[in-house]
């Protein structure tokens, strides 16, 4: 256990501001990886989501949600 790194401080980097034009990027990155992955999940099948743990009223309420948000 004593090998163990403390992951709950801040790092210093979090705390600087990236360029405009990064955070636009990386907004409509995060974007159309969300896009993509409710993609994924509208494709996945009723057994598979027992498997993950999620219902058909998850998986609708998750899919209805805009690309932003």
Do not use: C, Y
Request: glycine share 2%.
């Amino acid at each position: 256990m004593k090998d163990l790194q403390d992951v709950s401080a801040t790092p210093v980097q979090a705390l600087v501001r990236p360029h405009p034009l990064r955070r636009l990027l990386s907004g409509v990155w995060q974007a159309l990886e969300r896009a993509r992955t409710r993609r994924l999940l509208a494709q996945i099948e009723q057994r598979d989501l027992a498997d993950l743990g999620l219902s058909h009223a998850d998986r609708l309420n998750e899919l209805e949600k805009p690309f932003w948000r």
